[in-house]
């Protein structure tokens, strides 16, 4: 080896031509180490990348315009739905009742109900259509309000009120009997607790008189001849009554 070169090595080595010097970090250094390590983290960001993809495009292109539409849907129905089936229910009631309370009753339910409505009060409109529904449903209710008389069901019974235990309160038992002679369960407000139940049989109140007159009646010869105490006719809301009565009634005793 000549002079010249063993001098240009040492001169090379002085200069530190044959250390490795890292480079300073950088965003491009830092981009070519991902570049190179792609192999390893490429499948889990490959992964983690469709998954962000099928996420935001379930919720802007289906949940999303799925719920918008649920909010419409509802917005419509509350605002124009709601008020057409309570101008329904009106309308008839107008034509079948044959008693103006009926028409006032409905025309109030009415208002309050597209009030509600017009509020963005669901629940109040709901129960307006409610309230209606029922109305019109009793005026459609036709039934004979029979007294009982059958083996182990009493006729009629007396009660001592709690606010008034120097009173006697006179109840003969009734049922409801449909066209088809079949009894009706109707919804019957019991006087002694305020409270409201679906019953078959109740006792309906009436005066001493009318309790003397079914007792006698059925101590005759076992048998109730006038066990008619009402009427309930197509179109009306009350009972068309043919034996005196006080207007109340229980339903346990």
Same mark, same amino acid.
């Given at each position: ?6 001098? $240009?090595?040492? #001169?090379?080595?002085? /200069? ?7 480079? #300073? ?25 469709? %998954? ?19 909010? $419409?849907?509802?917005? %419509?129905?509350?605002? /124009? ?14 034509? $079948? ?7 006032? /009753? ?5 208002? *309050?109900? #597209? ?5 963005? &009060?669901?629940?109040?409109? $709901? ?36 606010? &008034? ?7 003969? %038992? ?15 407000? &019991?006087?002694? &607790? ?17 309790? *003397? ?41």
């Amino acid at each position: 080896m000549s002079d010249a070169v063993l001098r $240009e090595g040492v #001169k090379a080595l002085a /200069e530190s031509r044959f250390v490795y010097v890292p480079p #300073k970090p950088s965003l491009k250094v830092s981009l070519a180490r991902l570049y190179v390590g792609r192999r390893k983290w490429g499948p889990a960001a490959l992964a983690i990348a469709l %998954v962000l993809v099928i996420g935001l495009g379930g919720y802007f292109l289906a949940w999303r315009p799925f719920r918008e539409a649920q909010v $419409e849907a509802a917005r %419509v129905e509350l605002s /124009e739905g709601l008020p057409r089936q309570m101008d329904a229910l009106y309308q008839t009631i107008y034509e $079948e009742t044959k008693v103006q309370q009926a028409v006032g /009753e409905a025309e109030n339910l009415r208002t *309050r109900g #597209k009030a509600a409505a017009a509020e963005g &009060n669901r629940a109040g409109a $709901e129960q307006a259509i409610a309230s209606l529904t029922a109305l019109r449903d009793q005026l459609r209710q036709e039934y004979t309000l029979r007294i009982v008389n059958r083996e182990g069901q009493k006729t009629g019974f007396w009660t001592f009120p709690e606010i &008034n235990t120097a009173a006697t309160n006179y109840y003969v %038992v009734v049922e409801a009997i449909g066209p088809d002679g079949k009894p009706l369960t109707l919804p019957i407000a &019991n006087e002694e &607790n305020g409270q409201t139940e679906s019953v078959a049989v109740w006792g309906a109140r009436v005066p001493e008189a009318t309790y *003397r007159s079914v007792e006698a009646d059925k101590r005759d010869d076992g048998i109730i001849q006038r066990s008619t105490l009402g009427l309930k006719q197509y179109g009306f809301l009350d009972v068309d009554y043919v034996m005196p009565v006080l207007g109340g009634a229980v339903t346990r005793w």
